[in-house]
Structure formats: structure tokens, C-alpha cells
């Protein structure tokens, strides 16, 4: 709530949510739709059914190194891609 009294921090939201909307990417989460109501900005993602790593993690185990390894690349190329249109993801975690 106290970033949105904040103009310039409504700014950058605005104006990544314009640049998240351009991105297309099959390691991205697809938005498809982004506003504010009742003073309260929002963005809408696509729901993506499964497990988080963390949670996979937890089921079965450490990885084998070649699937953790083709995980991170798979990430890394979503990166890039938001990178590549001016976007630098802020908050990765590793689950």
C-alpha cells in the first residue's frame, strides 16, 4: 500500500507491466492482463499447473546433476529473454 502513494514507484510498475506484457517466451510466465482497482495495482498471470523445485526437491530427492543442470539452463533462457527486452528480474529464488 505504500508504494502506491508513491508516483514514481507507480511509475516503474506501470512500466514493467507494459514490458512483461511483450515478453513471450516458453520459460516465462505469460501476463495477460495488468491494472489497478480500488488503489491497488495488480498484475494477472497465466496459472501454471505443477510442482516448484523446492516442492520437487522435497518429493524425490536431490536432482540427478544432468536434470538440475537442464532446469537452470531452461531458467537462464528466460532470464536472457526478459533481459533481452530491458527487464532485469529482481527477486529469483531457487525454489
Do not use: C, W, Y
Not at 35 to 52: D, R, S, Y
Not at 67 to 72: H, Q, Y
Request: aromatic share 2%.
Amino acid at each position: 500500500p505504500n508504494a502506491t502513494r508513491d508516483p514514481h514507484a507507480v511509475a516503474r510498475f506501470q512500466l514493467e507491466m507494459e514490458v512483461i506484457g511483450r515478453l513471450d517466451h516458453p520459460n516465462i510466465v505469460r501476463a495477460t492482463d495488468a491494472g489497478a482497482a480500488e488503489g491497488v495495482h495488480f498484475l494477472v498471470m497465466e496459472l501454471i499447473e505443477g510442482v516448484t523445485l523446492s516442492r520437487l526437491g522435497h518429493a524425490t530427492g536431490p536432482l540427478r546433476s544432468a536434470d538440475a543442470a537442464e532446469l537452470v539452463r531452461r531458467a537462464a533462457l528466460g532470464l536472457q529473454h526478459a533481459h533481452d527486452h530491458g527487464l532485469v528480474h529482481r527477486d529469483v529464488k531457487p525454489g
